[in-house]
């Protein structure tokens, strides 16, 4: 999809700190990193909201999204994870996206290189 940010993603046209990709999904740092470790999964294929993306994906990024809540207990000795998912006018980016965000007792002091290298090397 022509001038969507996260389709630019996908092809690598924009750079981003990518921690996860198969064939279906890519997972990668928000730019905002809300708490540390906070990333995105997105289908590869450009699909606007809950209303539109497929049962057989939907339940694959929620296999990612566990797979990577291992790694932030690993990696970030997180405490917990908050998934969100926003739609319709609570949306900004017009493609999917499921947020992991990694909750803590005490909030690690990292910067996103280094929380980014922690993730990747677990
Ligand atoms: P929404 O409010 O649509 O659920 O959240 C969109 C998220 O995408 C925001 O947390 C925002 O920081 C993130 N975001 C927007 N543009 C980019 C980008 O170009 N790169 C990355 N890594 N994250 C982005
Ligand atoms: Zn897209």
Request: hydrophobic share 40%; charged share 25%; glycine share 2%.
């Amino acid at each position: 999809m022509d001038n969507c940010i996260f389709c630019k993603i996908v092809n690598k046209e924009i750079n981003s700190k990518i921690v996860y990709e198969d064939d279906l999904v890519i997972a990668f740092l928000d730019l905002n990193q809300d708490c540390p470790g906070h990333c995105l999964i997105i289908p590869k294929e450009h699909v606007l909201s809950l209303h539109d993306i497929s049962e057989s994906v939907l339940n694959h990024i929620l296999k990612v999204a566990n797979e990577l809540y291992y790694n932030f207990e690993n990696s970030l000795n997180c405490d917990g994870l908050t998934l969100l998912q926003n739609n319709g006018c609570a949306q900004d980016v017009k493609h999917f996206h499921l947020h992991l965000l990694p909750k803590y007792l005490k909030k690690p002091d990292l910067s996103v290189d280094e929380i980014y290298t922690k993730i990747i090397t677990k």
